[in-house]
């Protein structure tokens, strides 16, 4: 009796300890759980691509090593001077004249009622103001976000490095056979290659459409405009559209009656059918996700994690799906 007493408590010990251990590394790291999850996402992203050099190269440090160098090349530093060059571009929106001469007497009439123009400077100057009052609080913010780098390129390295050892010691913790473990994983898998090859793809080389046509037609602050096409292309119910019909319908305001004209028949016909054409060859039908599960992932992910909340949001949301479909079909 005394055994299983003893038995018991250290049970019960084991169990309380474990959870105090949890939540102590839970805030050490939650600090920093965009840039894990930044590190993660990435390193799943182009682990294929790795895969491929260490098979030639042989050597898991400089194939890790190549890859993290790869991804700032490709990914870090353009984001840099994408954030300068948006910045710079919404304050090059400021002082646009609006033509008023094409427009209908009762449009006329109420763009000068709204004092459209005057509306929009006063935005643009709202922003410029909440810039310039919080620079010193950038200060403060720049280190978190260097720190925040360098934990992801860290991460990064070793998760190329050392990634198989990592999936197959988190398999071992899986408490399911063989059989389920299995299931589980190839149904996240597909899942997973939905979300970043189906959607974040898809959104991806619409804003890149977008941009580059964009600029061919002389649209000022093109990058701006190719971004937005991207984040709104990754929203369902949403998409691109809420992007180029505005513009186009803005550039028709201002006199810019062959532009306008251009860009509405550019997002009809090339941008909206990326989405068409290319996103259900991306997604096979076993694979499809339901576009709620996209809208709450995106939205709740963006406001939860930042901008990596984008990517990771419903590929969270996947994951619980395939524990859900896992149960149903196990009933464990």
């Known amino acids: 009796?005394?055994?299983?007493?003893?038995?018991?408590?250290?049970?019960?010990f084991f169990i309380v300890f474990f959870i105090i251990i949890l939540i102590l590394s839970y805030l050490l790291v939650k600090?920093?759980?965009?840039?894990?999850?930044?590190?993660?996402?990435?390193?799943?992203?182009?682990?294929?691509?790795?895969?491929?050099?260490?098979?030639?190269?042989?050597?898991?440090?400089?194939?890790s090593f190549l890859m993290v160098i790869l991804i700032i090349l490709l990914i870090f530093i353009p984001l840099l001077f994408s954030i300068n060059a948006i910045v710079r571009e919404v304050i090059n929106i400021y002082?646009?004249?609006?033509?008023?001469?094409?427009?209908?007497?009762?449009?006329?009439?109420?763009?000068?009622k709204i004092n459209l123009k005057t509306y929009i400077n006063n935005l643009v100057d709202q922003?410029?103001?909440?810039?310039?009052?919080?620079?010193?609080?950038?200060?403060?913010?720049?280190?978190?976000?260097?720190?925040?780098?360098?934990i992801s390129i860290f991460i990064m390295f070793f998760l190329f490095r050392d990634g198989k050892e990592i999936i197959e010691w988190f398999e071992d913790l899986i408490p399911l056979s063989k059989d389920q473990k299995k299931k589980f994983i190839d149904k996240f898998d597909n899942m997973s290659s939905a979300?970043?090859?189906?959607?974040?793809?898809?959104?991806?080389i619409q804003g890149l459409v977008a941009g580059v046509g964009f600029w061919l037609l002389g649209i000022p602050s093109p990058l701006l405009w190719g971004i937005l096409t991207m984040i709104f292309g990754l929203i369902p119910f949403v998409g691109a559209v809420v992007v180029w019909l505005p513009l186009g319908l803005y550039q028709l305001?201002?006199?810019?009656?062959f532009t306008g004209v251009s860009i509405l028949l550019f997002g009809a016909l090339v941008i909206s059918l990326i989405d068409n054409f290319l996103k259900p060859k991306l997604i096979s039908k076993k694979t499809d996700i339901h576009p709620i599960v996209?809208?709450?992932?995106?939205?709740?992910?963006?406001?939860?994690?930042?901008?990596?909340?984008?990517?990771?949001?419903?590929?969270?949301?996947?994951?619980?799906?395939?524990?859900l479909e896992l149960y149903k079909g196990e009933r464990l």
């Open 31 to 63: 600090p920093f759980v965009s840039a894990v999850l930044t590190s993660v996402f990435l390193a799943y992203v182009f682990y294929p691509i790795y895969a491929k050099l260490n098979s030639k190269l042989k050597k898991k440090n400089l194939s």
């Open 294 to 323: 996209i809208l709450l992932g995106v939205i709740g992910g963006l406001k939860v994690f930042g901008f990596i909340g984008l990517f990771i949001g419903p590929i969270i949301l996947s994951m619980l799906i395939v524990f």
């Open 1 to 12: 009796m005394e055994q299983m007493g003893l038995r018991q408590y250290s049970k019960y």
């Open 95 to 112: 002082g646009t004249n609006i033509n008023y001469d094409i427009i209908p007497d009762k449009l006329v009439n109420y763009f000068e």
């Open 127 to 150: 922003f410029i103001s909440y810039i310039t009052k919080n620079i010193p609080n950038l200060f403060l913010f720049l280190p978190n976000k260097l720190l925040d780098f360098v």
């Open 195 to 204: 979300v970043v090859y189906g959607y974040l793809l898809t959104a991806f």
């Open 253 to 257: 305001l201002l006199g810019n009656v």
